[in-house]
């Protein structure tokens, strides 16, 4: 585990953060209602896994990512997913053949919202200390998913408690979660409600020995 947090924000120390405050332990916090554009790199290899847009309630934990159609290396059909975790489960949507599968989520840990049992690092700034306009400070934290045997380095925003990024590792995925052009707020809600050929659709059991949660959905597309 600690290596893993040193050699994380060795990377993230050379993605720009040039000042370090020094940390008063802040309090753990919740992410607001969101929508924006989540991007996921493989780091073993660079692929680009998935970028598209995603809306996340926060009071009631859902998450719905629609891949982009920009993403053009995809031969299948674009990812669009809506993932209940207060109800353990999610939905693999196509709208194009209007089919549906429903299957359990393992997992309530997320690239979205500070897991429960993060642990504080540091607090730091990216960009410029002395000129308010050109920074951004932000908190690092670290933590492990006892569900996935998985660890992760991940960076909020200090105040709104903003996710930017993630790094998340198994021994069989390395993970970049990039989050950008967030709004606060989703003007769409219905964006979470189950298409009408979802509706009754039985839940289908995962094969032996395989665990479905939200990063090993974006590290098998």
């Known amino acids: 585990m600690q290596a893993f947090a040193v050699a994380a924000l060795s990377i993230w120390l050379c993605?720009?953060?040039t000042t370090l405050a020094e940390s008063h332990g802040p309090?753990?916090?919740t992410s607001p209602n969101m929508t924006g554009v989540l991007t996921v790199l493989a780091l073993t290899g660079g692929e680009?896994?998935?970028t598209g847009h995603y809306s996340y309630d926060s009071?009631?934990?859902?998450?719905?990512?629609?891949e982009s159609e920009m993403h053009l290396n995809k031969t299948e059909h674009l990812e669009d997913y809506l993932m209940l975790f207060e109800e353990g489960v999610f939905y693999d949507i196509d709208?194009?053949?209007?089919?549906c599968k429903k299957m359990s989520l393992h997992s309530h840990a997320h690239a979205l919202e500070l897991p429960a049992g993060a642990a504080h690092q540091v607090e730091l700034f990216l960009g410029s200390d002395t000129v308010q306009e050109e920074n951004i400070k932000v908190n690092i934290w670290t933590g492990s998913v006892p569900e996935t045997k998985g660890q992760y380095f991940l960076s909020t925003t200090v105040g709104e408690c903003l996710p930017l990024s993630t790094f998340y590792s198994t021994d069989s995925m390395t993970l970049l979660f990039s989050n950008s052009e967030v709004v606060t707020e989703v003007k769409a809600p219905e964006v979470f409600n189950l298409p009408s050929f979802c509706e009754g659709v039985e839940l289908e059991e995962a094969p032996e020995g395989q665990k479905n949660d939200f990063f090993s959905l974006f590290n098998s597309v």
């Open 59 to 66: 009071t009631d934990k859902k998450i719905r990512f629609t």
């Open 48 to 50: 680009i896994k998935a």
């Open 15 to 17: 993605l720009g953060a």
């Open 27 to 29: 309090q753990h916090c």
């Open 95 to 99: 709208m194009k053949n209007q089919s």
